[in-house]
Protein backbone atom coordinates (compact mmCIF):
# COMPACT_ATOMS: atom_id res chain seq x y z
CA UNK A 1 0.00 0.00 0.00
CA UNK A 2 1.40 3.76 -0.92
CA UNK A 3 1.78 5.92 2.58
CA UNK A 4 -1.08 8.08 2.52
CA UNK A 5 1.02 10.80 3.08
CA UNK A 6 2.19 10.81 -0.35
CA UNK A 7 -1.45 10.62 -2.00
CA UNK A 8 -2.71 13.86 -3.92
CA UNK A 9 -6.75 12.55 -3.74
CA UNK A 10 -8.50 15.25 -4.04
CA UNK A 11 -6.27 17.55 -5.44
CA UNK A 12 -6.12 19.36 -8.61
CA UNK A 13 -2.41 20.23 -10.30
CA UNK A 14 -2.31 22.30 -13.26
CA UNK A 15 1.03 21.36 -15.53
CA UNK A 16 2.85 23.11 -18.02
CA UNK A 17 4.74 20.85 -21.10
CA UNK A 18 2.53 18.10 -21.03
CA UNK A 19 2.69 16.74 -24.52
CA UNK A 20 6.09 14.98 -23.78
CA UNK A 21 9.15 14.55 -21.47
CA UNK A 22 9.12 15.24 -17.69
CA UNK A 23 6.00 17.33 -17.83
CA UNK A 24 3.77 14.53 -18.90
CA UNK A 25 5.77 12.33 -16.39
CA UNK A 26 4.98 14.61 -14.08
CA UNK A 27 1.06 14.93 -15.04
CA UNK A 28 1.14 11.32 -15.39
CA UNK A 29 2.53 10.93 -11.99
CA UNK A 30 0.29 13.28 -9.84
CA UNK A 31 -2.90 11.42 -11.66
CA UNK A 32 -1.52 8.08 -10.42
CA UNK A 33 -1.42 9.40 -7.25
CA UNK A 34 -5.08 10.84 -7.53
CA UNK A 35 -4.96 14.37 -8.68
CA UNK A 36 -7.16 15.84 -11.32
CA UNK A 37 -5.31 17.30 -13.59
CA UNK A 38 -5.58 20.63 -16.25
CA UNK A 39 -2.82 20.28 -18.75
CA UNK A 40 -1.14 22.37 -21.15
CA UNK A 41 0.87 22.66 -24.11
CA UNK A 42 1.70 24.20 -27.50
CA UNK A 43 1.54 20.81 -29.48
CA UNK A 44 -2.26 20.45 -29.09
CA UNK A 45 -2.02 16.28 -30.66
CA UNK A 46 0.79 15.25 -27.73
CA UNK A 47 -1.57 16.97 -25.58
CA UNK A 48 -4.52 14.90 -26.15
CA UNK A 49 -2.58 11.78 -26.24
CA UNK A 50 -0.81 12.60 -22.97
CA UNK A 51 -4.98 13.75 -21.26
CA UNK A 52 -6.42 10.07 -23.11
CA UNK A 53 -3.26 8.35 -20.87
CA UNK A 54 -4.53 10.48 -17.89
CA UNK A 55 -8.34 9.56 -18.71
CA UNK A 56 -7.16 6.05 -18.93
CA UNK A 57 -6.42 6.14 -15.04
CA UNK A 58 -10.01 7.28 -14.08
CA UNK A 59 -8.69 11.06 -13.16
CA UNK A 60 -10.56 13.76 -14.51
CA UNK A 61 -8.12 15.71 -16.97
CA UNK A 62 -8.68 19.05 -18.84
CA UNK A 63 -6.08 19.87 -21.41
CA UNK A 64 -5.72 23.22 -22.40
CA UNK A 65 -3.78 24.54 -25.65
CA UNK A 66 -1.65 27.55 -24.62
CA UNK A 67 1.43 28.92 -25.08
CA UNK A 68 3.28 29.47 -21.88
CA UNK A 69 5.48 32.26 -23.08
CA UNK A 70 1.79 34.53 -23.29
CA UNK A 71 0.73 35.89 -20.59
CA UNK A 72 -2.93 36.78 -21.37
CA UNK A 73 -3.02 32.92 -22.85
CA UNK A 74 -1.71 31.67 -19.10
CA UNK A 75 -4.10 34.35 -17.96
CA UNK A 76 -7.17 32.81 -19.65
CA UNK A 77 -5.84 29.18 -18.43
CA UNK A 78 -6.27 30.08 -15.38
CA UNK A 79 -9.83 32.00 -15.64
CA UNK A 80 -10.88 28.23 -17.23
CA UNK A 81 -8.79 26.48 -14.23
CA UNK A 82 -11.72 28.93 -12.19
CA UNK A 83 -14.45 27.50 -13.78
CA UNK A 84 -13.32 23.67 -14.49
CA UNK A 85 -12.03 23.17 -10.88
CA UNK A 86 -12.81 26.22 -8.94
CA UNK A 87 -9.57 25.55 -7.27
CA UNK A 88 -5.71 25.07 -7.51
CA UNK A 89 -3.72 22.48 -5.36
CA UNK A 90 -0.26 22.23 -7.35
CA UNK A 91 1.40 24.30 -9.74
CA UNK A 92 4.02 22.70 -11.71
CA UNK A 93 5.94 25.21 -14.10
CA UNK A 94 7.71 22.71 -16.44
CA UNK A 95 7.82 23.93 -20.18
CA UNK A 96 10.10 26.95 -20.70
CA UNK A 97 12.41 28.39 -23.35
CA UNK A 98 16.19 27.48 -24.51
CA UNK A 99 18.65 29.08 -26.81
CA UNK A 100 22.29 28.02 -27.71
CA UNK A 101 24.53 30.73 -28.72
CA UNK A 102 26.95 32.51 -27.38
CA UNK A 103 27.17 35.82 -25.42
CA UNK A 104 29.13 37.73 -27.57
CA UNK A 105 26.87 36.62 -30.50
CA UNK A 106 23.38 36.73 -28.99
CA UNK A 107 21.12 39.51 -29.17
CA UNK A 108 19.23 41.69 -26.75
CA UNK A 109 16.07 40.51 -28.09
CA UNK A 110 17.31 36.58 -28.12
CA UNK A 111 17.91 37.42 -24.54
CA UNK A 112 14.84 39.35 -23.90
CA UNK A 113 12.48 36.12 -25.22
CA UNK A 114 14.76 33.78 -23.47
CA UNK A 115 14.65 35.67 -20.12
CA UNK A 116 10.81 36.65 -20.56
CA UNK A 117 9.95 32.96 -21.21
CA UNK A 118 11.64 31.54 -17.91
CA UNK A 119 11.33 34.36 -15.72
CA UNK A 120 8.42 36.86 -16.27
CA UNK A 121 5.70 34.07 -17.96
CA UNK A 122 6.59 31.85 -15.27
CA UNK A 123 6.47 34.39 -12.68
CA UNK A 124 2.72 35.40 -14.10
CA UNK A 125 2.02 31.79 -13.57
CA UNK A 126 3.05 31.37 -10.62
CA UNK A 127 1.44 34.94 -9.25
CA UNK A 128 -2.36 33.39 -10.63
CA UNK A 129 -1.55 30.34 -8.79
CA UNK A 130 -0.17 31.97 -5.69
CA UNK A 131 -3.02 34.45 -5.44
CA UNK A 132 -5.41 31.38 -5.51
CA UNK A 133 -3.30 29.36 -2.71
CA UNK A 134 -2.56 32.23 -0.54
CA UNK A 135 -6.40 32.83 -0.23
CA UNK A 136 -6.96 29.47 0.06
CA UNK A 137 -3.78 29.34 2.78
CA UNK A 138 -2.70 26.00 0.77
CA UNK A 139 -0.63 24.97 -2.14
CA UNK A 140 2.67 23.80 -3.62
CA UNK A 141 4.23 24.89 -6.07
CA UNK A 142 6.98 23.14 -8.51
CA UNK A 143 9.51 25.58 -10.57
CA UNK A 144 11.77 23.95 -13.22
CA UNK A 145 15.30 25.69 -13.16
CA UNK A 146 18.64 23.68 -14.47
CA UNK A 147 21.81 22.67 -13.06
CA UNK A 148 22.45 25.63 -15.15
CA UNK A 149 20.52 27.90 -12.68
CA UNK A 150 23.20 27.65 -10.03
CA UNK A 151 26.37 26.70 -11.96
CA UNK A 152 28.01 27.70 -15.45
CA UNK A 153 27.68 25.63 -18.31
CA UNK A 154 29.24 27.28 -21.22
CA UNK A 155 28.67 25.52 -24.09
CA UNK A 156 26.66 28.34 -25.63
CA UNK A 157 23.75 27.88 -22.82
CA UNK A 158 24.33 31.36 -21.68
CA UNK A 159 20.33 33.10 -21.73
CA UNK A 160 19.23 29.66 -20.66
CA UNK A 161 21.56 29.63 -17.48
CA UNK A 162 20.88 33.54 -16.77
CA UNK A 163 17.24 33.05 -17.32
CA UNK A 164 17.52 29.60 -15.05
CA UNK A 165 19.30 31.68 -12.28
CA UNK A 166 16.22 33.25 -11.83
CA UNK A 167 13.95 30.75 -11.85
CA UNK A 168 16.03 29.14 -8.60
CA UNK A 169 16.13 32.98 -7.20
CA UNK A 170 12.39 33.34 -7.84
CA UNK A 171 11.78 30.37 -6.45
CA UNK A 172 13.52 31.32 -3.03
CA UNK A 173 12.09 34.76 -2.91
CA UNK A 174 8.80 33.21 -3.38
CA UNK A 175 9.39 30.80 -0.75
CA UNK A 176 9.95 33.25 2.14
CA UNK A 177 6.96 35.42 1.38
CA UNK A 178 4.94 32.86 0.90
CA UNK A 179 5.50 29.65 3.05
CA UNK A 180 3.84 31.55 6.07
CA UNK A 181 0.81 31.45 4.86
CA UNK A 182 0.79 27.85 3.06
CA UNK A 183 2.02 28.11 0.12
CA UNK A 184 5.43 25.88 -0.95
CA UNK A 185 7.26 27.37 -3.54
CA UNK A 186 10.60 24.63 -4.67
CA UNK A 187 12.12 24.19 -8.01
CA UNK A 188 13.53 21.02 -9.59
CA UNK A 189 17.43 21.16 -11.61
CA UNK A 190 17.62 18.95 -13.77
CA UNK A 191 20.97 17.90 -15.72
CA UNK A 192 20.40 16.15 -18.77
CA UNK A 193 17.30 14.45 -19.36
CA UNK A 194 16.39 12.29 -22.61
CA UNK A 195 14.38 14.14 -24.68
CA UNK A 196 14.22 14.52 -28.59
CA UNK A 197 16.41 17.87 -28.69
CA UNK A 198 18.80 16.17 -26.75
CA UNK A 199 18.60 13.17 -28.86
CA UNK A 200 19.39 15.28 -32.41
CA UNK A 201 21.90 17.22 -30.85
CA UNK A 202 23.63 13.98 -29.65
CA UNK A 203 23.12 12.39 -33.36
CA UNK A 204 24.93 15.73 -34.61
CA UNK A 205 27.81 15.41 -31.60
CA UNK A 206 29.36 11.64 -31.22
CA UNK A 207 31.01 12.97 -28.25
CA UNK A 208 28.09 14.76 -26.56
CA UNK A 209 27.21 11.70 -25.01
CA UNK A 210 30.62 10.84 -23.12
CA UNK A 211 30.87 14.31 -22.60
CA UNK A 212 27.78 14.38 -20.53
CA UNK A 213 28.50 11.12 -18.69
CA UNK A 214 31.53 12.49 -16.91
CA UNK A 215 29.65 14.50 -15.04
CA UNK A 216 27.20 12.16 -14.03
CA UNK A 217 28.58 9.78 -11.78
CA UNK A 218 25.57 7.46 -11.50
CA UNK A 219 26.42 6.28 -14.90
CA UNK A 220 23.52 7.09 -16.95
CA UNK A 221 21.29 10.26 -18.38
CA UNK A 222 17.97 10.41 -17.38
CA UNK A 223 14.70 9.51 -17.90
CA UNK A 224 11.34 11.40 -18.02
CA UNK A 225 10.03 9.50 -15.69
CA UNK A 226 13.17 9.91 -13.61
CA UNK A 227 11.14 12.61 -12.62
CA UNK A 228 8.22 11.18 -10.93
CA UNK A 229 8.97 10.51 -7.47
CA UNK A 230 10.16 13.82 -6.19
CA UNK A 231 7.18 15.37 -8.03
CA UNK A 232 4.80 13.74 -6.49
CA UNK A 233 7.11 13.89 -2.97
CA UNK A 234 7.08 17.76 -3.35
CA UNK A 235 3.41 17.89 -4.37
CA UNK A 236 2.50 15.93 -1.52
CA UNK A 237 1.96 16.67 2.11
CA UNK A 238 5.22 13.76 2.66
CA UNK A 239 7.06 17.52 1.95
CA UNK A 240 5.25 19.42 4.64
CA UNK A 241 8.10 21.29 6.13
CA UNK A 242 10.52 21.69 2.74
CA UNK A 243 9.85 24.92 1.03
CA UNK A 244 12.41 27.36 -1.07
CA UNK A 245 14.48 24.26 -1.68
CA UNK A 246 16.98 24.23 -5.22
CA UNK A 247 16.57 20.16 -5.42
CA UNK A 248 19.20 18.78 -8.69
CA UNK A 249 17.71 15.49 -9.97
CA UNK A 250 21.03 15.33 -11.64
CA UNK A 251 22.56 11.46 -11.11
CA UNK A 252 25.28 13.63 -8.90
CA UNK A 253 26.23 16.16 -11.27
CA UNK A 254 26.28 19.28 -8.80
CA UNK A 255 27.80 17.05 -5.77
CA UNK A 256 30.68 16.11 -8.44
CA UNK A 257 30.50 20.30 -9.02
CA UNK A 258 30.57 19.79 -12.88
CA UNK A 259 28.03 21.24 -14.11
CA UNK A 260 30.36 22.83 -16.67
CA UNK A 261 31.11 19.26 -17.59
CA UNK A 262 34.79 20.39 -18.95
CA UNK A 263 34.61 19.90 -23.11
CA UNK A 264 37.32 21.01 -25.44
CA UNK A 265 37.96 24.80 -25.32
CA UNK A 266 38.26 26.82 -27.92
CA UNK A 267 41.61 28.90 -27.65
CA UNK A 268 40.84 31.98 -27.10
CA UNK A 269 42.00 35.03 -29.71
N1 LIG B 1 15.94 17.63 -20.57
C1 LIG B 1 16.96 18.19 -19.94
O1 LIG B 1 18.10 17.74 -20.07
C2 LIG B 1 16.74 19.37 -19.02
C3 LIG B 1 17.78 19.75 -18.17
C4 LIG B 1 17.58 20.84 -17.34
C5 LIG B 1 16.38 21.51 -17.35
N2 LIG B 1 15.40 21.11 -18.20
C6 LIG B 1 14.14 21.86 -18.19
O2 LIG B 1 13.09 20.98 -17.84
C7 LIG B 1 11.91 21.34 -18.54
C8 LIG B 1 11.34 20.13 -19.29
O3 LIG B 1 12.33 19.57 -20.10
P1 LIG B 1 12.02 18.28 -21.01
O4 LIG B 1 13.33 17.73 -21.42
O5 LIG B 1 11.05 17.38 -20.35
O6 LIG B 1 11.35 18.98 -22.25
P2 LIG B 1 10.82 18.39 -23.64
O7 LIG B 1 11.53 19.14 -24.70
O8 LIG B 1 10.84 16.89 -23.69
O9 LIG B 1 9.28 18.82 -23.59
C9 LIG B 1 8.92 20.16 -23.49
C10 LIG B 1 7.43 20.26 -23.70
O10 LIG B 1 7.07 21.64 -23.53
C11 LIG B 1 6.27 22.05 -24.62
N3 LIG B 1 6.49 23.47 -24.85
C12 LIG B 1 7.57 24.07 -25.38
N4 LIG B 1 7.38 25.41 -25.45
C13 LIG B 1 6.15 25.65 -24.94
C14 LIG B 1 5.38 26.82 -24.76
N5 LIG B 1 5.87 28.02 -25.11
N6 LIG B 1 4.16 26.72 -24.22
C15 LIG B 1 3.67 25.50 -23.85
N7 LIG B 1 4.35 24.36 -24.01
C16 LIG B 1 5.58 24.43 -24.55
C17 LIG B 1 6.73 21.19 -25.79
O11 LIG B 1 5.74 21.11 -26.81
C18 LIG B 1 6.99 19.85 -25.10
O12 LIG B 1 5.82 19.07 -25.02
C19 LIG B 1 12.28 22.52 -19.42
O13 LIG B 1 12.00 23.75 -18.75
C20 LIG B 1 13.77 22.37 -19.57
O14 LIG B 1 14.41 23.60 -19.84
C21 LIG B 1 15.54 20.05 -19.03
Known amino acids: ?9 GRVALVSG ?8 MAIGFAEAGADVMICDINTDGLQATAKHIE ?11 DITNVEQIRA ?5 DREFGKIDILANVAGPGKLKQPEDISLEEMQTTIHGLI ?7 QEAGRRMLAAGKGSIINFSSIGGVTAL ?23 EWSGRGVRVNAILPAQVMNPGLEDRMKVDPN ?15 QPDDVKGLAIFLASDAS ?29 N
Not at 56 to 66: E, F, I, M
Not at 120 to 126: E, G, N, T, Y
Open 120 to 126: IARFCAC
Open 18 to 25: TAQGMGRA
Open 77 to 81: MFAQL
Open 154 to 176: GRGNFAYSVGMGGVAQMTRELST
Open 208 to 222: LESMFLRGIPIGRLG
Open 1 to 9: MTHPLFSLK
Open 56 to 66: GLGRRVVPVTC
Open 240 to 268: AWITGAIIPMDGGNLAQNAGGTAGPRKAA
